[in-house]
């Protein structure tokens, strides 16, 4: 069965600072790779995808990923963080199609003043 | 062009009761997803209904179950609630079986006491 983990359950940067945050899935074959944001209360917003073609993949609100195949990888950053990122952060995969996906446990964005 | 919503927002039932949640897909979208997010976690895969036939289920025992509608609209059943049953409540639009896009609406919260 597919897994994802994302390292780190909360995140602390200063505002101005790179965004990294981790995502490591398990599967011998490259799955399709999401990054969704969630604000309290509220569902998931898709923040970007790889499907195929190029590993760099730009999202929304300046968010990127890179998908990596040897490091199993797909870790999500942003050159400088504001107050408005400050979220709770999802990876999740899947094999067939997004609706059908596997999600990570999530991490917490936090951002300093 | 509206987008997908959820009823209710929130709802309180006691043990061994049955609930009912519905959700109406963003328009266009002809699959619906359904997720269980409990608290601190991420988000499980309960099933998916394409075109009013379900298309895949998450591991999830049969007292959860669905239907999908000719509007595309859906509802998710739970019978016999369980303490554990507590959580938000997620649906999750997409247009085709093959969509690597999905559209989450705000969730049900349901509280089982």
């Known amino acids: 069965a597919q897994s994802v983990t994302q390292l780190g359950s909360h995140v602390s940067v200063s505002e101005g600072a790179l965004v990294l945050l981790r995502c490591n899935y398990s599967?011998?074959?490259?799955?399709?790779l999401f990054w969704y944001v969630q604000y309290p209360n509220q569902g998931l917003q898709l923040l970007l995808k790889?499907?195929?073609?190029?590993?760099l993949v730009k999202g929304i609100n300046g968010f990127e990923a890179e998908f990596k195949k040897s490091e199993t990888s797909f870790h999500l950053t942003k050159p400088s963080a504001h107050m408005s990122d400050a979220a709770k952060y999802f990876c999740?995969?899947?094999?067939?199609?997004?609706?059908?996906?596997?999600f990570g446990d999530g991490t917490t964005l936090t951002v300093k003043p | 062009e509206t987008g997908v919503t959820q009823s209710p927002t929130h709802l309180i039932k006691t043990r061994g009761q049955q609930v009912t949640l519905r959700c109406s897909s963003q328009?266009?979208?002809?699959?619906v997803s359904w997720y269980q997010q409990a608290l601190g976690q991420g988000p499980q895969f309960i099933f998916q209904?394409?075109?009013?036939?379900?298309?895949g289920r998450g591991n999830f025992p049969p007292r959860f179950s669905g239907l999908q509608f000719p509007n595309y609209s859906s509802e998710l059943n739970v019978n016999a609630l369980e303490l554990d049953d507590s959580a938000l409540y997620l649906c999750?639009?997409?247009?085709?079986?093959?969509?690597?896009?999905?559209?989450f609406g705000p969730g049900t919260r349901l509280t089982v006491t």
């Open positions: 209904y394409y075109r009013e036939e379900e298309n």
């Open positions: 790889y499907t195929t073609g190029a590993t």
């Open positions: 999740a995969v899947s094999y067939t199609n997004a609706g059908k996906s596997t």
């Open positions: 999750a639009s997409s247009l085709g079986g093959g969509s690597y896009e999905q559209y």
């Open positions: 599967s011998s074959v490259p799955p399709y």
């Open positions: 328009s266009g979208h002809n699959t």
